[in-house]
C-alpha cells in the first residue's frame, strides 16, 4: 500500500514535469504566450473538459469505459437549454429545479449505463456506444426548430458572466470531492479493487455491481456539469456540442497516467492530462499553428505518454 | 435463414418496383422533398416554403427528410421515392458525393432532380438552386474591410477544410480583406463553437491588434463573442457571422455582434419547386443554375427578419 502510494507520487510528479516542459518551451519560444493572461485563458478553456474527464477518471480506475458522455453532455444541454430559454418570463422553470433535472438526467443515464452493463453482460463498450447515438439523437429531437438562448441572469453566473470565480469553483469542488472520494473512503478503496481485480473483489465480499453502477452515475452526473457549466458559458445550447469530447476525456486520462484497465490512477493526474492538452493547444495557437497540427501532435502525445509510462514500470520492476 | 430474408427482401423490392411502374396518368404529380435535416431551423423554414409553393402549383407534395444530415438515409429515401413511382425530385445533398448511385436510378427511371444548397457533380442533375456563397462571404468581405478603415488584422474562423460551403465563405473574406492589404489570421474550428472560442481567446492574446472576426456559421462566432466579451473587448472588435440564425439576430439587436450575412431559405425553396414545375410541364429552357442573393443583417436591419 505505502509502495502504491509512493508509485502514484512518482507518476504524478513524471506527468507535471511533463506540464511545466511544455508551458516553459513555449514561455521561451513566444512572446505572447509570456503573459499572466495566458494562465487564465488556459484554465477558463479547460474547466468543462476537466469536470468531465474527473467523471471519466472514475469509470476507468473501476475497470469500466464510458463512450457517451460527450454525446451526454449534448442531451444535458438540450435539455438545460429548452427548460430555461426565454428570460422575459417564458422560461419553463426557474434556474434551480432545471438545473436539478439537467444533473438529474444526466445521472439517471449514467446508472441506465451502469445497470445494463452489470445485469445484461453486454460489453460497456457496446453499451455506452449504444447510448452514445441515443443520447445524440435525443439531444438533435429536442433542439429541433427550437432557439435555446436569452438565459436568466441567474444561470449566466454559473459560466462566468460575473467573473470566471464561479465555474472554477464549481470546477475545484468536482475535483476534491472526486479526489477525496478515491483516496479517503470505503467507497474509493472498493472502486481501485474492483478495477484491479473484479473477481477478487467479489470473493472478498465487495458488491462489485453496485458500485460499478454508482461510478457511471457519477461519470453521467459529471457530463451534466460539464454541459450546465459551458451552456452557461456559451449562453445558448446547440445539439452538436460534446462531439468527440469522451475521447477527449479519455486522452487526458491516459496522458495523466491512470490506468486504461483500471485499478490504479487519480483525479489530481486528469487534471494534469487536460492542463498538458490545453496548453499545448494554446501555445501551438500562440505560434500561429492551427488546429489539424495541434490535433497531431496532442496524439503523439497522448502515444508518448503511455510508452513512458511502459518504460518507467518496467525499469521500476527490475 | 439470413439468406431466405435477404431473398424475401429482395424479391419485395422488386414487386415494389414494379407496382411502382403502373401510374395512373390523370393522378396528380407528386414530388418528393429530401432536404439535408429535418431538425435545422434553415432547413424547415426551405422546406416550408417549397410546399407551399407546390401546392401553388398544384403538385402534390411529400417531405422525405430525416432529422440528420446523412447521405446514407439520403439514397434510401431517393430509392423509396423512385420506387413510389414519384414525377420528381427535390434534394438538398447532404454532402458533394455519395448520391451517384441513386441518381442513376432516377436517370435510369426518367425522374427528374432539382438540387438545393449543395452542388452534386451528376449529369442527370436538372438544375440547382443555390446561394452563391463566394458573392455572400464577399458581401461580408466588404463589410469588414469598410467599417474596419484600414486598421488591425482580421481573424478568420472557417468550418471545416474541403467542404465547398466552408471554402467558399472562408474564401469570399479572404480575398477581399487581401485585397485591401489587410493581415489575416486562418484558422479552423470545424464548425464548433467551442473550438471557435478557444480560438479566437487565443488569438486575442497573441495579437492585441485584431479589429474584426469573422466565422463562416453563426454558433462560431457566437463562440467567438464570449471570449471577445471575456476580454472586454465588446464593442471594440467588430464580430460577424454567417447564417442568420435567431440567436445571432438577437446578438444583432443586443449589438453584442455586429452583422451576419442571412441566406435565403424562403426564396431557395421556392426557385427549386418552381424549377421543378416547369420541367414536369416540359418546358425545355431551364436554367442550368439560380444564384440566391444573400444580404447582410446589422443593426439597421435587423427588425425585419426578427420574427
Given at each position: 500500500m505505502i509502495g502504491d502510494i509512493r508509485k502514484q507520487v512518482i507518476r504524478s510528479a513524471e506527468s507535471l514535469a511533463g506540464l511545466v516542459a511544455i508551458v516553459l518551451f513555449f514561455v521561451i519560444l513566444s512572446p505572447s504566450f509570456r503573459q499572466w493572461a495566458t494562465l487564465t485563458d488556459i484554465l477558463e478553456q479547460s474547466m468543462e473538459l476537466a469536470i468531465l474527464a474527473a467523471g471519466t477518471?472514475?469509470?476507468?480506475?473501476?475497470?469500466?469505459?464510458?463512450?457517451?458522455?460527450?454525446?451526454?453532455?449534448?442531451?444535458?444541454?438540450?435539455?438545460?437549454?429548452?427548460?430555461?430559454?426565454?428570460?422575459?418570463?417564458?422560461?419553463?422553470?426557474?434556474?434551480?429545479?432545471?438545473?436539478?433535472?439537467?444533473?438529474?438526467?444526466?445521472?439517471?443515464?449514467?446508472?441506465?449505463?451502469?445497470?445494463?452493463?452489470?445485469?445484461?453482460?453486454v460489453p460497456a463498450f457496446i453499451v455506452t456506444l449504444g447510448m452514445m447515438m441515443i443520447a445524440r439523437g435525443a439531444a438533435l429531437m429536442l433542439a429541433a426548430g427550437r432557439n435555446m438562448s436569452d438565459f436568466s441572469d441567474a444561470f449566466l453566473v454559473l459560466g462566468g458572466s460575473?467573473?470566471?470565480?464561479?465555474?472554477?469553483?464549481?470546477?475545484?469542488?468536482?475535483?476534491?470531492?472526486?479526489?477525496?472520494?478515491?483516496?479517503m473512503t470505503r467507497f474509493g478503496f472498493n472502486v481501485y479493487a474492483i478495477g484491479g481485480n473484479e473477481e477478487v473483489a467479489r470473493l472478498?465480499?465487495?458488491?462489485?455491481?453496485?458500485?460499478?453502477?454508482?461510478?457511471?452515475?457519477?461519470?453521467?452526473?459529471?457530463?451534466?456539469?460539464?454541459?450546465?457549466?459551458?451552456?452557461?458559458?456559451?449562453?445558448?445550447?446547440?445539439?452538436?456540442r460534446g462531439e468527440s469530447w469522451e475521447l477527449m476525456a479519455i486522452g487526458a486520462v491516459v496522458i495523466g497516467g491512470t490506468s486504461l484497465f483500471g485499478g490504479s490512477g487519480g483525479v489530481g493526474r486528469t487534471v494534469i492530462g487536460v492542463l498538458i492538452i490545453k496548453s499545448l493547444q494554446t501555445g501551438l495557437s500562440h505560434m500561429g499553428v492551427g488546429s489539424y497540427w495541434q490535433r497531431i501532435l496532442i496524439g503523439v502525445v497522448i502515444i508518448l505518454a503511455v510508452w513512458i509510462d511502459r518504460i518507467q514500470n518496467r525499469r521500476r520492476k527490475t | 435463414?439470413?439468406?431466405?430474408?435477404?431473398?424475401?427482401?429482395?424479391?419485395?423490392?422488386?414487386?415494389?418496383?414494379?407496382?411502382g411502374c403502373g401510374k395512373d396518368p390523370d393522378a396528380r404529380k407528386k414530388i418528393v422533398f429530401i432536404g439535408y435535416s429535418s431538425t435545422n431551423t434553415f432547413w424547415i423554414t426551405l422546406k416550408n416554403s417549397a410546399e407551399k409553393t407546390a401546392r401553388k402549383a398544384g403538385l402534390d407534395f411529400a417531405d422525405m427528410t430525416s432529422s440528420d444530415?446523412?447521405?446514407?438515409?439520403?439514397?434510401?429515401?431517393?430509392?423509396?421515392?423512385?420506387?413510389?413511382?414519384?414525377?420528381?425530385?427535390?434534394?438538398?445533398?447532404?454532402?458533394?458525393?455519395?448520391?451517384?448511385?441513386?441518381?442513376?436510378k432516377a436517370k435510369a427511371a426518367g425522374i427528374p432532380v432539382v438540387t438545393v444548397d449543395t452542388r452534386v457533380k451528376h449529369d442527370w442533375i436538372s438544375s440547382h438552386v443555390a446561394t452563391d456563397n463566394v458573392a455572400a462571404a464577399e458581401l461580408a468581405g466588404d463589410y469588414i474591410v469598410e467599417k474596419l478603415g484600414g486598421k488591425g488584422k482580421v481573424l478568420i474562423i472557417?468550418?471545416?477544410?474541403?467542404?465547398?460551403?466552408?471554402?467558399?465563405?472562408?474564401?469570399?473574406?479572404?480575398?477581399?480583406?487581401?485585397?485591401?492589404?489587410?493581415?489575416?489570421?486562418?484558422?479552423?474550428?470545424?464548425?464548433?463553437?467551442?473550438?471557435a472560442n478557444r480560438i479566437a481567446q487565443e488569438q486575442l492574446?497573441?495579437?492585441?491588434?485584431?479589429?474584426?472576426?469573422?466565422?463562416?456559421?453563426?454558433?462560431?462566432?457566437?463562440?467567438?463573442?464570449?471570449?471577445?466579451?471575456?476580454?472586454?473587448?465588446?464593442?471594440?472588435v467588430l464580430l460577424v457571422g454567417f447564417d442568420a440564425i435567431p440567436e445571432a439576430l438577437a446578438a444583432v439587436k443586443k449589438g453584442e455582434l455586429d452583422a451576419t450575412v442571412r441566406q435565403d431559405p424562403v426564396r431557395m425553396g421556392k426557385e427549386g419547386v418552381e424549377l421543378m414545375a416547369r420541367i414536369l410541364k416540359g418546358e425545355t429552357d431551364i436554367p442550368k443554375s439560380i444564384a440566391i442573393k444573400a444580404v447582410i443583417v446589422d443593426k439597421s436591419n435587423v427588425d425585419e427578419y426578427i420574427k
Amino acid at each position: 500500500m505505502i509502495g502504491d502510494i509512493r508509485k502514484q507520487v512518482i507518476r504524478s510528479a513524471e506527468s507535471l514535469a511533463g506540464l511545466v516542459a511544455i508551458v516553459l518551451f513555449f514561455v521561451i519560444l513566444s512572446p505572447s504566450f509570456r503573459q499572466w493572461a495566458t494562465l487564465t485563458d488556459i484554465l477558463e478553456q479547460s474547466m468543462e473538459l476537466a469536470i468531465l474527464a474527473a467523471g471519466t477518471t472514475l469509470v476507468l480506475i473501476s475497470g469500466g469505459l464510458d463512450l457517451s458522455v460527450g454525446s451526454v453532455m449534448a442531451l444535458c444541454t438540450c435539455i438545460a437549454g429548452s427548460l430555461l430559454s426565454g428570460c422575459q418570463g417564458q422560461a419553463v422553470m426557474s434556474v434551480a429545479p432545471a438545473v436539478a433535472l439537467t444533473l438529474a438526467a444526466g445521472l439517471g443515464i449514467g446508472l441506465v449505463n451502469g445497470i445494463t452493463i452489470k445485469y445484461t453482460g453486454v460489453p460497456a463498450f457496446i453499451v455506452t456506444l449504444g447510448m452514445m447515438m441515443i443520447a445524440r439523437g435525443a439531444a438533435l429531437m429536442l433542439a429541433a426548430g427550437r432557439n435555446m438562448s436569452d438565459f436568466s441572469d441567474a444561470f449566466l453566473v454559473l459560466g462566468g458572466s460575473h467573473g470566471y470565480t464561479v465555474p472554477l469553483s464549481i470546477t475545484a469542488a468536482v475535483i476534491v470531492v472526486i479526489a477525496l472520494l478515491l483516496a479517503m473512503t470505503r467507497f474509493g478503496f472498493n472502486v481501485y479493487a474492483i478495477g484491479g481485480n473484479e473477481e477478487v473483489a467479489r470473493l472478498s465480499g465487495v458488491p462489485v455491481k453496485r458500485y460499478a453502477i454508482a461510478c457511471y452515475a457519477l461519470g453521467g452526473l459529471c457530463a451534466a456539469l460539464a454541459a450546465i457549466v459551458q451552456t452557461s458559458r456559451f449562453e445558448f445550447a446547440k445539439p452538436n456540442r460534446g462531439e468527440s469530447w469522451e475521447l477527449m476525456a479519455i486522452g487526458a486520462v491516459v496522458i495523466g497516467g491512470t490506468s486504461l484497465f483500471g485499478g490504479s490512477g487519480g483525479v489530481g493526474r486528469t487534471v494534469i492530462g487536460v492542463l498538458i492538452i490545453k496548453s499545448l493547444q494554446t501555445g501551438l495557437s500562440h505560434m500561429g499553428v492551427g488546429s489539424y497540427w495541434q490535433r497531431i501532435l496532442i496524439g503523439v502525445v497522448i502515444i508518448l505518454a503511455v510508452w513512458i509510462d511502459r518504460i518507467q514500470n518496467r525499469r521500476r520492476k527490475t | 435463414m439470413r439468406k431466405n430474408a435477404i431473398t424475401a427482401l429482395a424479391s419485395v423490392l422488386v414487386v415494389g418496383m414494379l407496382a411502382g411502374c403502373g401510374k395512373d396518368p390523370d393522378a396528380r404529380k407528386k414530388i418528393v422533398f429530401i432536404g439535408y435535416s429535418s431538425t435545422n431551423t434553415f432547413w424547415i423554414t426551405l422546406k416550408n416554403s417549397a410546399e407551399k409553393t407546390a401546392r401553388k402549383a398544384g403538385l402534390d407534395f411529400a417531405d422525405m427528410t430525416s432529422s440528420d444530415p446523412d447521405v446514407v438515409a439520403q439514397k434510401a429515401a431517393v430509392d423509396n421515392a423512385i420506387r413510389m413511382g414519384v414525377a420528381g425530385l427535390v434534394i438538398g445533398p447532404a454532402n458533394s458525393e455519395g448520391l451517384g448511385k441513386s441518381l442513376d436510378k432516377a436517370k435510369a427511371a426518367g425522374i427528374p432532380v432539382v438540387t438545393v444548397d449543395t452542388r452534386v457533380k451528376h449529369d442527370w442533375i436538372s438544375s440547382h438552386v443555390a446561394t452563391d456563397n463566394v458573392a455572400a462571404a464577399e458581401l461580408a468581405g466588404d463589410y469588414i474591410v469598410e467599417k474596419l478603415g484600414g486598421k488591425g488584422k482580421v481573424l478568420i474562423i472557417g468550418g471545416t477544410v474541403g467542404v465547398q460551403t466552408a471554402d467558399d465563405r472562408r474564401g469570399g473574406v479572404f480575398n477581399k480583406c487581401k485585397a485591401a492589404g489587410i493581415t489575416v489570421l486562418d484558422f479552423d474550428a470545424n464548425w464548433k463553437d467551442d473550438e471557435a472560442n478557444r480560438i479566437a481567446q487565443e488569438q486575442l492574446a497573441a495579437h492585441a491588434d485584431i479589429g474584426a472576426i469573422f466565422a463562416a456559421c453563426d454558433p462560431m462566432i457566437l463562440g467567438a463573442k464570449v471570449a471577445v466579451k471575456r476580454k472586454g473587448l465588446l464593442g471594440k472588435v467588430l464580430l460577424v457571422g454567417f447564417d442568420a440564425i435567431p440567436e445571432a439576430l438577437a446578438a444583432v439587436k443586443k449589438g453584442e455582434l455586429d452583422a451576419t450575412v442571412r441566406q435565403d431559405p424562403v426564396r431557395m425553396g421556392k426557385e427549386g419547386v418552381e424549377l421543378m414545375a416547369r420541367i414536369l410541364k416540359g418546358e425545355t429552357d431551364i436554367p442550368k443554375s439560380i444564384a440566391i442573393k444573400a444580404v447582410i443583417v446589422d443593426k439597421s436591419n435587423v427588425d425585419e427578419y426578427i420574427k
